[in-house]
């Protein structure tokens, strides 16, 4: 079973071949230098770059494969959530292209793509169910329980911001640059004072699941603007915020996975999202895991955290796995939340 994957839904170009359940290539052509001029993502601009990219990307991945268009038997895309001009550029290309080879065409939620790529480079089983999952990226920041691949309960959501968005607007704020994660991560990690606790916890006292972080963000404007008038924003300052705000977002994440994972019992803990990619959500979580005897698992490689065309594949393969004879045509892979897959 050959399977052509694409994703499009933001900023990244990204083209995958697999074989079965196993990744044969997978090229992304990255926007990032084009939107750092903006601070963020156009999302006209970055449709446009998508149309200037799809078929180099496409011809590359397939010659790297050494197969041919024709040797495939199914092709999967991102159908949602995402920037909608992104998302049509890659739609448009895959059915026609399913139409013409006369396959069928799986479209993928890119959120549950994000959850199953914890299977790239890693067996069927050694991913143990039930399991408590937490997706954290620039528009999503969730916490999930899931029964098998594609059955997932909402535990939890975002009230305001996601926090790979509230990373982007300290970053701007700290004239970092675009993608904020990435950069406060490493200067954070350069940081070698005492953790203060200068950012206050959110939603405190309330037993919830759900996730704040606008006050942390008006938290770090007060506190830059504050230190910017009385002229003492150094270089060591920055380092100094950048840690105190990481540390307080990898709390809230932590602390509230850990207190699924004992309301629910379940051995194995799933990271999700390029916000997974941070180095300090990882090592606090496997930390706290370890305390109680649960296992805390992230992607494989760091490529498999990012926007990337064989998460959509991955979960295309899984759902053949599911559905032999294939996957119900109107059901977009891992879509809805209570639903106990659909
Ligand atoms: O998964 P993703 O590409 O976006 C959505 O699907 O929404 O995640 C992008 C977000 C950006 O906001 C970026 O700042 C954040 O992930 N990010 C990080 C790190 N690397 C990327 N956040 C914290 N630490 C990182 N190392
Ligand atoms: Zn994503």
Do not use: K, S
């Given at each position: 079973m050959k399977i052509l994957a694409f994703e499009t839904s933001c900023d990244d170009t990204s083209v995958a071949c697999f074989d079965g359940e196993s990744l044969l290539s997978l090229r992304t052509a990255s926007q990032t230098a084009e939107h750092a001029e903006t601070v963020g993502v156009v999302p006209e601009v970055a449709a446009r770059l998508h149309e200037a990219n799809v078929f180099d990307t496409l011809d590359e991945t397939i010659r790297e494969a050494g197969?041919?268009?024709?040797?495939?038997?199914a092709i999967a895309v991102t159908a949602?959530?995402?920037l909608m001009p992104s998302l049509l550029v890659w739609l448009a290309v895959a059915k026609t292209l399913a139409h013409e080879l006369g396959i069928p065409m799986l479209r993928i939620n890119h959120i549950h793509a994000h959850i199953l790529a914890n299977y790239l480079g890693r067996g069927f089983d050694e991913i143990r169910y039930p399991l408590i999952c937490l997706t954290v990226s620039g528009g999503h920041n969730e916490l999930y329980r899931l029964d098998s691949p594609f059955e997932k309960t909402l535990l939890g959501r975002t009230r305001d911001d996601a926090s790979g968005e509230a990373f982007d607007k300290v970053a701007k704020m700290l004239g970092l640059g675009y993608p904020g994660g990435p950069v406060i991560s490493r200067l954070a990690a350069e940081y070698t004072g005492e953790f203060r606790g200068i950012f206050p916890e959110s939603l405190r006292g309330e037993e919830t699941f759900d996730f704040s972080f606008s006050g942390l963000k008006s938290a770090a404007r007060r506190e830059i603007e504050e230190r910017e008038a009385a002229d003492r924003l150094s270089d060591d300052d920055v380092r100094e915020i950048c840690y105190e705000f990481e540390s307080r977002i990898v709390e809230e994440l932590v602390s509230r996975t850990i207190r699924a994972v004992r309301m629910h019992g379940v051995g194995t803990i799933l990271l999700a999202g390029w916000v997974s990619a941070s180095n300090m959500l990882v090592s606090r979580m496997t930390q706290e895991a370890e305390k109680i005897g649960v296992v805390s698992l992230a992607p494989t490689k760091k490529m498999y955290s990012t926007d990337n065309a064989a998460m959509i594949g991955i979960a295309a393969a899984l759902a053949y796995r599911e559905y032999p004879d294939g996957p119900p045509a109107d059901w977009i892979i891992g879509s809805g939340s209570d639903l106990g897959g659909r």
């Open positions: 197969l041919t268009l024709r040797d495939f038997d949602e959530p995402g």
